[in-house]
């Protein structure tokens, strides 16, 4: 088939002609080929978007939307007729100290990966961007954490962070200080957790932050030289302002996904298979807390109203972050 | 194709020296890049190190960082305790198929959304944005009503039907289509009689093949490592490899030996493809995010 297309761009019309009606069953009439090509061009499009959307309504937003009418019903797993009870779950889930515990949990996990692990991505991305011998090797080898399962990373950093026999406190000990419960130290765990998720996702959060870098003229630098500016004064007078766009979208991502982490807490807990996020929930996350009262206590209402909090603080976050988002550009224009 | 001459504009740029890349590495550039580097690799061989030992390693206070001669036979372990074998086979068929379906509907869709003009176009294009933000991992409850009323709890297909295609699959082929596809080949390709689908197949799947390489490496990668719902709809009779890893894990915690020589196993795999085709990922997501 690719000849045919090689021939017919090339001008030799009258090989394109014979394709045309060569070969095949003659069509009822010129019309009717007229029409279904006309067809074709006109609803060909639908059908090539429609799998997408299908899809997606069928197994994303028809459950989210679902998850909204469970949530308002005393809805056990192996109930036939559950039970209407409005807005009670809610009322329930407000006053559940365990779900302020896990919302508390949840953000200090966050800000603890997402901060650092910006600030290192930057850094990381300002020495990739100087002439390196080898380039590509560099970025695959800080690429290569990203890679790793959750599931994978979990248990292998549950057992580098374990109290007793955990590599992290023996080298701390080795230093003479003193050894730290990773698991049963509320903001010890909330570090552990956050170690793994910055060991993860900075080497890919460089690259994205590199790209940004390349993409920034090369004459500006050259500029701010002749005018004597030094190394540190050009990266935050020049690089930094350049990457804003890059660096909110960066934050608006890590968001939206840190806000419903759940493999890592899960897979780091002292007493492995249990969702309680440790003995007394310190690290237990929404999403946990989700996936505990649905699957492990089988009340599907009330963990679809956690689901359905949660979501709507995803969508506080995120119209946040584009107020700010607007802000910081419309400042930047200013500047 | 060839003789065509299609145009692969993001060839290009890779050899143009990238805009700011100004100033010689130093020596201390170098120094911190390997311990980073280093850092990144560790936790990998930390795992292969418990895994070829045997536990009473972990009873020292920095155990010797060599690896001992034990890892055939906590692999093994691995294998008898749990069902490994059928994991693997699960992982690869269930990330295959998805990875699969997930490019051929994304380039069908991207191949519309970036060279076709119908109706509605602009709009649907921005809903598929929008999806992006959307937190459907939060809709599990009701998804896995669904799939036990259907029959499907336990069954590979419920793993696999919700992740047919994806919006970032769809967003990241149009982006790719936009520029790699001429108007002309395709007005050219029309006159000559050929049917969208044909234009589609001949013309602009060519043209797109890198992007959707990457975005197959991408989605199988994804796809391997994903955790929640498999663990929410698989039994630990029929499991993907993550939710056997997690079951080894919670019935055997104790024997680290054994668990990380299970978490090795599960992660050579990827870490094969990745040093194999670790070029193309970064090249991948370093053009993404230009775009993005």
């Not at chain 2, 390489?213 to 499991?239: E, G, H, I, K, Q």
Request: glycine share 8%; net charge positive; proline share 5%.
């Amino acid at each position: 088939m690719t000849a045919d297309l090689d021939t017919a761009s090339s001008g030799k019309q009258e090989s394109a002609a014979q394709r045309v009606s060569g070969g095949r069953v003659p069509p009822p009439g010129i019309s009717f080929r007229d029409r279904l090509s006309r067809w074709d061009f006109k609803y060909s499009p639908y059908l090539y978007v429609a799998p997408f959307f299908i899809i997606f309504g069928i197994v994303g937003l028809f459950p989210l939307l679902y998850t909204a009418y469970v949530s308002l019903f005393d809805w056990e797993l192996i109930e036939d007729s559950p039970s209407f009870v409005g807005l009670e779950n809610y009322v329930l889930l407000f006053s559940d100290p365990q779900f302020w515990r896990t919302l508390v949990n949840t953000v200090s996990i966050f800000l603890l990966s997402s901060i650092p692990q910006i600030i290192i991505a930057i850094l990381l991305a300002a020495m990739l961007n100087t002439r390196l011998r080898g380039p590509t090797g560099w970025r695959v080898g800080i690429l290569m954490p990203y890679v790793a399962s959750l599931v994978a990373l979990g248990i292998i950093f549950a057992n580098l962070f374990g109290p007793k026999f955990g590599l992290v406190n023996g080298i701390l000990e080795t230093f003479g200080l003193e050894r730290i419960d990773w698991q049963a130290n509320r903001f010890a765990s909330h570090v552990a957790i956050a170690v793994m998720v910055n060991w993860r996702w900075t080497g890919y959060n460089a690259l994205i932050v590199l790209a940004a870098m390349h993409a920034i003229p090369k004459e500006l630098y050259e500029a701010a030289i002749v005018d004597g500016a030094g190394a540190i004064r050009r990266f935050f007078s020049i690089t930094l302002p350049l990457l804003r766009p890059t660096l909110i979208f960066v934050v608006v991502t890590s968001t939206i996904g840190g806000l419903q982490i759940f493999t890592e807490p899960k897979l780091f807990d002292a007493m492995p298979g249990s969702n309680n996020g440790g003995s007394t929930n310190q690290f237990q996350t929404i999403t946990l807390y989700m996936y505990q009262s649905a699957f492990e206590d089988q009340d599907f209402g009330y963990a679809s109203a956690i689901a359905w909090a949660l979501f709507v603080i995803i969508i506080l976050v995120a119209l946040i972050n584009f107020a700010l988002t607007r802000r910081l550009a419309s400042t930047g224009e200013e500047q | 194709m060839t003789t065509i001459g299609l145009p692969f504009p993001r060839r290009a740029r890779a050899g143009n020296g990238a805009g700011g890349r100004l100033g010689r590495a130093s020596f201390w550039i170098y120094g911190l890049l390997i311990a980073f580097v280093l850092g990144s690799a560790f936790p990998f061989y930390w795992s292969f190190l418990v895994a070829s030992r045997d536990n009473s390693m972990l009873t020292e206070r920095i155990p010797p960082l060599i690896p001992g001669g034990n890892f055939l036979a906590n692999a093994q372990r691995a294998f008898e305790l749990s069902p490994f074998w059928k994991a693997l086979g699960n992982s690869v068929l269930v990330s295959s198929t998805v990875a699969f379906s997930t490019v051929f509907f994304s380039t069908l869709a991207g191949f519309a959304f970036a060279k076709l003009r119908f109706r509605g176009r602009n709009v649907l294009f921005v809903f598929v944005v929008a999806t992006l933000a959307v937190p459907t991992q939060l809709g599990i409850i009701p998804l896995y009503m669904a799939m036990s009323e259907f029959g499907w709890a336990n069954q590979l297909q419920a793993v696999i039907v919700p992740n047919l295609v994806t919006a970032i699959g769809v967003f990241w082929m149009r982006q790719y289509t936009v520029q790699a596809v001429p108007y002309e080949l395709i007005e050219a390709a029309r006159v000559d009689g050929c049917s969208m689908i044909r234009v589609f197949w001949h013309v602009c799947l060519p043209a797109v093949r890198p992007a959707a390489a990457f975005l197959a490496m991408f989605t199988f990668m994804t796809s391997w490592n994903d955790f929640l719902w498999p663990l929410v709809v698989l039994n630990a009779d029929n499991p993907t490899i993550q939710v056997a890893l997690e079951k080894l894990q919670s019935g055997y915690f104790v024997d680290y030996s054994l668990v990380l020589a299970g978490t090795t196993l599960a992660t050579i795999p990827v870490l094969i493809v990745f040093i194999v085709l670790g070029r193309q990922f970064v090249a991948g997501i370093m053009q993404g995010a230009v775009k993005g």
